[in-house]
């Protein structure tokens, strides 16, 4: 059972969400709540699999109420649910640590298969975002390649996240346990500074290190 909770201040999008997740298997709602005020114990009295997050919202809005996760918890996967498509909303959210950054005009399968793809290591994405993130890179200055010590499976990990390889698929590949594939992504967040795996694939293209 994946278990969601949600933050969206439109009560009739809420509400539509929490039907759609609720009434299919394998999925359930924890909470829905129209702001982020109090989102760091929020997500720690419900222990969510996957967070979805609206951008603007009154009082403490999304790409804030992220941060404020990002400091207590690494592990949740927080989806940017959003009307926003703009560089600068896409490029801060994947800055802070989102695990993925949908529109809301994703058709409800969509959804709920990006959804279970962020459960499983993935970073899902609108086509619409993922052309602009390539473009935002393409335009980002190159740094000089930094050493950050990764080790030689480190480093296989770290290619394969950025061939877009779920945890799964990695411990297929190098066939590995998928906790030792946890404990490598961990080490490697350690070393790169990060703390999602967008956050992780973006610094690869950043500083070169592939």
Request: charged share 25%; with cysteine.
């Amino acid at each position: 059972m994946i278990r969601v909770v949600i933050y969206e201040d439109n009560p009739q999008f809420r509400e539509g969400l929490t039907m759609l997740i609720n009434g299919s298997d394998g999925f359930s709602v924890l909470a829905s709540y129209k702001n982020c005020n109090n989102v760091a114990e929020e997500v720690e009295k419900w222990s969510p699999d996957v967070i979805l997050m609206d951008i603007n919202m009154p009082g403490t809005d999304g790409l804030e109420g992220l941060k404020k996760i990002r400091e207590v918890n690494t592990e949740v996967k927080v989806l940017m649910l959003t009307v926003f498509d703009d560089n600068k909303n896409v490029f801060e959210a994947l800055r802070n640590g989102a695990n993925g950054y949908l529109l809301k005009k994703t058709p409800p399968a969509k959804l709920l298969e990006y959804i279970q793809d962020a459960t499983l290591g993935g970073a899902p994405m609108t086509s619409s975002i993922a052309t602009q993130v390539l473009k935002m890179f393409q335009v980002i200055p190159q740094s000089k390649n930094q050493d950050y010590c990764l080790s030689e499976r480190e480093t296989e990990v770290l290619q394969l996240l950025v061939d877009g390889f779920s945890y799964k698929m990695i411990a297929s590949e190098l066939f590995i346990a998928i906790d030792t594939v946890r404990s490598h992504i961990k080490k490697i967040y350690e070393k790169l500074h990060v703390n999602s795996k967008s956050e992780a694939v973006a610094k690869a293209f950043k500083d070169k290190l592939l």
